[in-house]
């Protein structure tokens, strides 16, 4: 019974450890399974975090085109009401398209009565070209008399000078002349008045004294006539007494002379009265000689100054009509040039003061009458300033050149003309060009604008237009023919392609 026993117990403990072997191998893989759900777990944690992410950034979408909606339902109504305004402005445009339908038959009318008349016009036109070349002749030799007149008148000038200068001279002379005598002997010559009755006293003591010395001088020196001279002093003074007139004519200009540089002699010799007269007299010498240098060196100063005016003067108005002879041929040139046609002119408001008149400009656009530019349209007016512009700059060329909206006021033609006259100036100078239309900045090689990627942000940007070869030329190597190389847009700054819309400024 034990073996039995024993037995039995021996096929319960194989059951009990094939059972505990199957426990252990579903324990096994229920922790295996256990360890996947906890992955799972974690990867639908990850995922959901992922979801919540993009609901959030769904949701902060929708409320950005929410946002976004109000702005383009109004810009919708905008634009609905400006077709509105277009179709009304369409069915306008008809009715004077129709209008102008009428006028034009009417002024087809016209126009053949007009040309009948054409041929009495070409009659009357011709006689009127006659009388103008006649009377262009007159204003020529009108011309170049005036001309002869202003030469005339300018030698006129300088003669003039000339002699206020020499009149300034002679009034300073005598201005130290009678300095000196005021200084010398206390008497101021402007309000002397001559005492007929003293000099006359005086000249009869003097004759008297010139009687005697000259005898004894004629005794010393062996003279023939000292009984003449003495009877001769005689009959002077007998003829004193009648007046002081026929005193002067009896003794002539030569015996005054002398008589006075006797007396003059005889005041010298008196010596001075001041004992600090001649130390006096030295310093204004002296003084008198300073002067007299700084009144010569102002002088040639004045002269100097005069002639090298003179000499600037003669020079800038030379330069001056050199330069606007150039510009001027320039300006009927590139205004021709310009409108297609048509004449333009400088012309002198003061022909005889050319440094400081005024310049007028006339303009004659085809079709259109000679007249002022102020009478001009405003296109008309800034292709006429463009001409000039180009005619100066034709003269005096420079690097650089800005134009701000220069462009602005023309139309399509005028632009096409503008960019063409550019286009000769571009190869000698840089051109910086502030523009809003497109022709003009597309013929540019370096773009600076702004651009607005994002709404509300404003972003500078700079774009370079280069020269590329086709493709297919690429491939080949051949050389890009000149009519084949087209221009492409590479950016400069942002380093990238994306398209920007751009503002002149």
Not at 42 to 59: G, H, I, S, T
């Amino acid at each position: 019974s034990a073996d039995a026993r024993i037995a039995a117990l021996e096929t319960e403990l194989e059951a009990a450890r094939d059972e505990f072997s199957s426990q252990q191998d579903r324990q096994s893989a229920i922790k295996a399974g256990r360890d996947k759900a906890a992955k799972d777990e974690e990867k639908d944690a990850e995922k959901f975090a992922e979801l919540r992410l993009a609901v959030a950034a769904e949701r902060q979408r929708l409320e950005n085109l929410l946002a976004q909606r109000n702005p383009m339902a109004a810009r919708e109504a905008e634009l609905n009401e400006l077709i509105g305004a277009r179709n009304a402005d369409i069915a306008t445009f008809e009715k004077r398209l129709s209008a102008q339908a009428v006028e034009s038959s009417a002024a087809a009318q016209a126009i053949k009565e007009q040309t009948a008349s054409s041929g009495d016009s070409e009659r009357a036109l011709a006689k009127l070209t006659e009388q103008r070349a006649k009377e262009i002749a007159a204003i020529n030799e009108h011309e170049s008399a005036l001309r002869k007149v202003r030469d005339s008148l300018s030698e006129l000038h300088d003669r003039r000078g000339q002699q206020q200068v020499g009149q300034s001279q002679l009034q300073m002379k005598i201005d130290n002349l009678a300095e000196r005598i005021t200084q010398r002997y206390q008497l101021d010559l402007r309000a002397f008045q001559a005492d007929e009755r003293a000099f006359e006293k005086t000249l009869r003591v003097q004759l008297k004294r010139r009687s005697r010395t000259g005898e004894s001088t004629a005794v010393e020196t062996g003279e023939p006539t000292p009984e003449s001279r003495e009877t001769e002093m005689e009959d002077v003074s007998v003829e004193l007494a009648d007046s002081s007139s026929e005193v002067r004519t009896s003794l002539g200009d030569a015996d005054v002379e002398k008589l006075i540089v006797d007396l003059t002699r005889h005041l010298d010799n008196m010596g001075p009265v001041n004992l600090e007269a001649v130390q006096e007299y030295d310093e204004l010498e002296e003084r008198h000689r300073f002067l007299e240098s700084q009144n010569n060196d102002l002088t040639s100063s004045r002269r100097e100054l005069l002639e090298v005016i003179a000499q600037i003067n003669a020079t800038t108005k030379k330069l001056f009509a050199e330069t606007f002879a150039q510009v001027r041929t320039n300006f009927r040139e590139m205004f021709a040039e310009m409108f297609g046609g048509g004449r333009a002119d400088l012309s002198l408001m003061d022909e005889s003061d050319p440094l400081n008149c005024g310049i007028e400009i006339t303009a004659k656009p085809p079709g259109k009458q000679l007249q002022s530019i102020s009478l001009l349209s405003g296109g008309e007016r800034a292709m006429t300033a463009v001409s000039l512009l180009f005619a100066i700059y034709m003269v005096r060329p420079s690097p650089f050149c800005v134009l701000d909206e220069m462009d602005a006021p023309l139309d399509e033609s005028n632009i096409n003309r503008f960019i063409r006259v550019l286009e000769r100036f571009v190869e000698q100078s840089q051109f910086i060009i502030i523009t809003h239309n497109k022709r003009t900045i597309a013929k540019a090689d370096i773009l600076y604008g702004v651009t607005m990627e994002e709404r509300g942000i404003s972003k500078l940007v700079g774009m370079k237009l280069t020269e590329r070869r086709d493709a297919a030329e690429e491939a080949s190597g051949a050389a890009p023919k000149e009519n084949a190389t087209q221009r492409h847009f590479a950016m400069a700054e942002n380093g990238h392609a994306e398209k920007a819309s751009f503002a002149a400024r």
